[in-house]
């Protein structure tokens, strides 16, 4: 007897199961008999919960409440509910990989960062993807969606300045992909971030100034939507106001490159009444800021202070060297790492997000006046 195999020809063979399958999918959809696979989003959307919390209700984490617990129960009996088994085996197969996305590569802190990340990460056995996103939205939603592809188990990503919408961020927390901000985070996402105490920096820095007898002090900043460039911006107001300066607005210039700083600052020194101190958001603007005032004739530090924020190589290679703000990315990159981790394996003790702030350290060198 001869098998169905051998009746029909082999050149026939694969269009016939196509055929068969098609006539299946038209069927199913033209008699309306095709049903709806409920998902654990729908259960999650039909309890106006995340997707996130049903997970772990149903794997019984003792994060969830009881009450949570048993709604989720009843529903997901209720709705016929049923885990993919290939989906819950795909994701539960690791790939030991983290996507990390920094802004600039060749920047000396993000390096630090990156030195700090890829210690911890080898530590505990992962490998380290590493996207830049050049400041660019665009490149970030790429980067993004790259490391989906790759199906990273966790992402580290210090937004871009060009970032202010945050749903392919929000997509991977709804596919249960741990994030963890490192330097630059976003107030609208709910997850864990290690971050730079911006502010304190910036106020030590200013207060230092005025102590060295600076009263008219400029500050460059950076992007207001970014917490690190609103928060440094705080703190050198609030230094002012707790010494009694009066904060003047005709002082605070947006800016936060070299190349910015070149322009800004010639135009800025040749009014009336130019400023004896600048205080930059990033330790660039400051080596521009630096150039630019020596061009026009001025002494550093004896005429104008300068400060910036960052400690990278090239404040150790300029004349005078810069005085700065260390903001120790090796330790932010180390610790982001380690709470991303410990998120992958389920081994942090809350759900809630956690916060790890990284206290600054002020460098004095010769671009500043002494005490």
């Given at each position: 007897?001869?098998?169905?195999?051998?009746?029909?020809?082999?050149?026939?063979?694969?269009?016939?199961?196509?055929?068969?399958?098609?006539?299946?999918?038209?069927?199913?959809?033209?008699?309306?008999?095709?049903?709806?696979?409920?998902?654990?989003?729908?259960?999650?959307?039909?309890?106006?919960?995340?997707?996130s919390t049903v997970s772990r209700a149903?794997?019984?984490?003792?994060?969830?409440?009881?009450?949570?617990?048993?709604?989720?129960?009843?529903?997901?009996?209720?709705?016929?509910?049923?885990?993919?088994?290939?989906?819950?085996?795909?994701?539960?197969?690791?790939?030991?990989?983290?996507?990390?996305?920094?802004?600039?590569?060749?920047?000396?802190?993000?390096?630090?960062?990156?030195?700090?990340i890829d210690e911890a990460a080898m530590?505990?056995?992962?490998?380290?993807?590493?996207?830049?996103?050049?400041?660019?939205?665009?490149?970030?939603?790429?980067?993004?969606?790259?490391?989906?592809?790759?199906?990273?188990?966790?992402?580290?990503?210090?937004?871009?300045?060009?970032?202010?919408?945050?749903?392919?961020?929000?997509?991977?927390?709804?596919?249960?992909?741990?994030?963890?901000?490192?330097?630059?985070?976003?107030?609208?996402?709910?997850?864990?971030?290690?971050?730079?105490?911006?502010?304190?920096?910036?106020?030590?820095?200013?207060?230092?100034?005025?102590?060295?007898?600076?009263?008219?002090?400029?500050?460059?900043?950076?992007?207001?939507?970014?917490?690190?460039?609103?928060?440094?911006?705080?703190?050198?107001?609030?230094?002012?106001?707790?010494?009694?300066?009066?904060?003047?607005?005709?002082?605070?210039?947006?800016?936060?490159?070299?190349?910015?700083a070149l322009e800004v600052t010639r135009?800025?020194?040749?009014?009336?009444?130019?400023?004896?101190?600048?205080?930059?958001?990033?330790?660039?603007?400051?080596?521009?800021?630096?150039?630019?005032?020596?061009?026009?004739?001025?002494?550093?530090?004896?005429?104008?202070?300068?400060?910036?924020?960052?400690?990278?190589?090239?404040?150790?290679?300029?004349?005078?060297?810069?005085?700065?703000?260390?903001?120790?990315?090796?330790?932010?990159?180390?610790?982001?790492?380690?709470?991303?981790?410990?998120?992958?394996?389920?081994?942090?003790?809350?759900?809630?997000?956690?916060?790890?702030?990284?206290?600054?350290?002020?460098?004095?060198?010769?671009?500043?006046?002494?005490?």
């Amino acid at each position: 007897m001869q098998s169905c195999s051998q009746t029909i020809p082999q050149t026939f063979a694969v269009p016939f199961f196509f055929f068969i399958i098609t006539y299946s999918i038209i069927r199913d959809d033209y008699f309306g008999m095709k049903i709806h696979k409920i998902t654990i989003k729908d259960v999650a959307r039909e309890l106006g919960v995340s997707v996130s919390t049903v997970s772990r209700a149903l794997k019984d984490h003792p994060d969830i409440s009881p009450q949570t617990k048993q709604l989720v129960r009843d529903l997901v009996e209720k709705m016929k509910y049923k885990p993919n088994a290939i989906a819950l085996s795909l994701r539960s197969q690791r790939t030991n990989i983290i996507g990390v996305i920094v802004p600039e590569i060749v920047h000396h802190f993000f390096s630090m960062v990156i030195s700090g990340i890829d210690e911890a990460a080898m530590a505990a056995g992962y490998n380290v993807m590493f996207f830049q996103s050049n400041e660019s939205y665009e490149r970030e939603v790429m980067n993004i969606q790259s490391i989906i592809n790759s199906r990273a188990d966790g992402v580290l990503i210090s937004i871009a300045k060009g970032t202010k919408k945050f749903n392919h961020i929000r997509q991977l927390l709804e596919d249960n992909i741990p994030v963890v901000f490192f330097d630059r985070e976003c107030d609208e996402i709910e997850t864990d971030k290690v971050i730079v105490d911006d502010f304190e920096g910036a106020f030590n820095a200013v207060d230092y100034l005025i102590k060295t007898g600076c009263r008219r002090i400029a500050h460059y900043a950076g992007p207001q939507h970014l917490q690190i460039g609103y928060l440094r911006k705080r703190g050198y107001i609030s230094a002012l106001e707790k010494n009694g300066l009066r904060v003047d607005d005709s002082l605070i210039i947006p800016c936060d490159s070299y190349e910015a700083a070149l322009e800004v600052t010639r135009n800025l020194m040749a009014r009336g009444n130019p400023p004896d101190a600048i205080f930059t958001t990033n330790d660039n603007t400051a080596v521009g800021t630096l150039n630019a005032v020596k061009a026009m004739g001025f002494k550093v530090p004896e005429d104008i202070s300068i400060i910036g924020f960052t400690d990278g190589l090239v404040s150790t290679v300029t004349d005078p060297l810069l005085s700065t703000v260390s903001q120790h990315g090796f330790e932010i990159g180390k610790k982001a790492t380690e709470i991303l981790i410990k998120r992958i394996n389920d081994e942090c003790v809350s759900s809630k997000p956690i916060t790890e702030i990284v206290k600054t350290e002020l460098v004095i060198r010769n671009s500043t006046r002494r005490i």
